[in-house]
């Protein structure tokens, strides 16, 4: 199991950029899809972005394309959510997870394997 840990949130102004990360520990990093959720305050946690093993494919929310990007350094064991032109409805605290495949992310019910302590991100008007 991969054990996950987020940094880069904060306090940002409308319109203004964050990149987030999440560092793996261990060696089996790259045998897992990895990709974030988040969940704002009174609201159900929701799917934002994932991407595959090998990096090459990724999986964004509707709402969120153009403006979020997910990657992922294989040599650092990090995945990363860059976010830009944000907005105070991006508000809320930010999970990294490691899961078997895209899919697993997108589903009613995602079952990740490992699961981050969360970033909060604030996004000021």
């Known amino acids: 199991q991969v054990q996950l840990v987020e940094s880069g949130g904060g306090l940002v102004q409308t319109g203004g950029s964050l990149r987030l990360s999440c560092a793996a520990s261990?060696?089996?990093?790259?045998?897992?899809?990895m990709g974030w959720f988040r969940q704002a305050p009174g609201k159900e946690r929701e799917f934002v972005a994932a991407?595959?093993?090998?990096?090459?494919?990724?999986y964004a929310t509707d709402s969120l394309k153009g403006r979020f990007t997910i990657s992922r350094d294989t040599a650092k064991n990090t995945v990363y959510l860059q976010m830009n032109s944000l907005k105070p409805e991006d508000t809320a605290v930010y999970y990294c997870?490691?899961?078997?495949?895209?899919?697993?992310?997108?589903?009613?019910?995602?079952?990740?394997?490992?699961w981050g302590q969360g970033t909060q991100v604030t996004v000021s008007s």
């Open positions: 261990g060696r089996t990093f790259s045998s897992y899809a």
């Open positions: 997870a490691a899961g078997a495949s895209i899919v697993a992310f997108t589903t009613t019910t995602p079952t990740m394997s490992s």
């Open positions: 991407i595959n093993r090998g990096g090459y494919s990724t």
